[in-house]
């Protein structure tokens, strides 16, 4: 017996250190691989007071602005689809980089709280002097919450896509591991940041599965970028835990809101359901909600014309208001 504690013991050493010998690899990579400083072509770097924010636009300068925030993970080019549908319609389409991802500044003390997000989106709309409608998905619908709940005024309306909100998170601590900036750096290298992991992270969130792959280089594209390692392991704490103090976990910052807010929903989706829309939708004086069929957590590229066809029907409800 003590032979066999003693053998197991040394495999279990031997797996432990080909664990940290690989993530180590990983965080090497990353390095060697985080070396562009300059954003691709396409895009613009706007002055705000938050900050220098990266974004993509199109459409007529004079036509309806629209605001689109992405979801974790994800930057302005994620809403290529989109841009396109709304510009095609008279719309002018921004999509902003939500630091620390894509191409926007980052913040020098490492602070992605949601409240702190919420203020950046302000600070975007003041520099563009555009009153849009707000149009946030995922993770970054929290951080859009923030922003309306703090100036309503600033926005002609607010649009969930599949929200990422908690209002039953519950308060935890981060998990052990974690709570070093080197250990999160590892992780972080091995998953987000790491290009062969894209595609089964992605599929994860969606009910149609074969449409990850043609978006897998897009999502990829900014983990080149110097420090990006660095810059998500500062803001993965803000994924895990509960925003405390956050008005847009909290009932009552909903059923406060007053400008047009609706939501548009994935039917299949598994990893924010379509029951958190429902009560979202049923605590805003006012709220429309559109779900769709068959599409999961991502329905702007799980089925791009079906979720144009309802943002269009959305944008024209809020301007009927």
């Known amino acids: 017996m003590g032979r066999f504690i003693k053998a197991l013991l040394k495999v279990v ?14 965080r090497g990579m990353a390095a060697l691989r985080e070396t562009q400083a300059e954003p691709p072509p396409g895009g613009a770097l706007i002055q705000t007071a938050m900050g220098a ?33 709304l510009s095609g319609a008279g719309y002018r389409a921004i999509a902003l980089d939500m630091p620390p991802m894509g191409w926007s500044e980052r913040d020098a003390e490492g602070d992605y709280g949601r409240e702190r997000q919420g203020e950046r989106v302000l600070a975007l709309v003041e520099a563009l002097g555009v009153r849009p409608v707000l149009v946030a998905h995922s993770f970054g619908a929290g951080a859009a919450a923030e922003a309306v709940m703090a100036d309503p005024g600033a926005f002609a309306g607010f649009l969930v896509v599949d929200g990422a909100i908690g209002l039953d998170s519950e308060a935890r601590a981060l998990p052990l591991p974690l709570r070093a900036g080197a250990m999160r750096q590892l992780a972080v290298s091995a998953s987000v940041t790491n290009p062969w992991a894209m595609q089964p992270m992605l599929k994860a969130f969606l009910h149609r599965k074969d449409r990850a792959a043609p978006y897998v280089d897009t999502l990829n594209a900014p983990m080149k970028r110097q420090g990006t390692t660095a810059a998500i392991a500062d803001w993965l704490p803000t994924l895990m835990m509960r925003p405390e103090g956050a008005a847009s976990v909290t009932e009552a910052g909903w ?14 989706d598994t990893a924010t359901p379509l029951a ?46």
């Open 276 to 321: 958190q829309g429902e009560r979202l939708a049923a605590l805003v004086p006012g709220a429309r909600l559109w779900p769709l069929e068959g599409v999961g957590h991502i329905p702007h590229i799980e089925d791009p014309a079906a979720f144009g066809a309802a943002l269009l029907e959305a944008l024209d409800w809020v301007r009927e208001r």
């Open 53 to 85: 924010i990266h974004l993509r636009e199109a459409g007529p300068v004079d036509g309806p602005p629209v605001l689109l925030v992405h979801g974790s993970v994800g930057w302005s080019a994620f809403w290529e689809d989109t841009i396109a549908e």
């Open 255 to 268: 059923r406060g809101l007053t400008l047009p807010v609706g939501f548009i929903w994935g039917v299949e």
């Open 13 to 26: 050493a031997l797996l432990v250190v080909l664990a940290v010998v690989a993530l180590l690899a990983f």
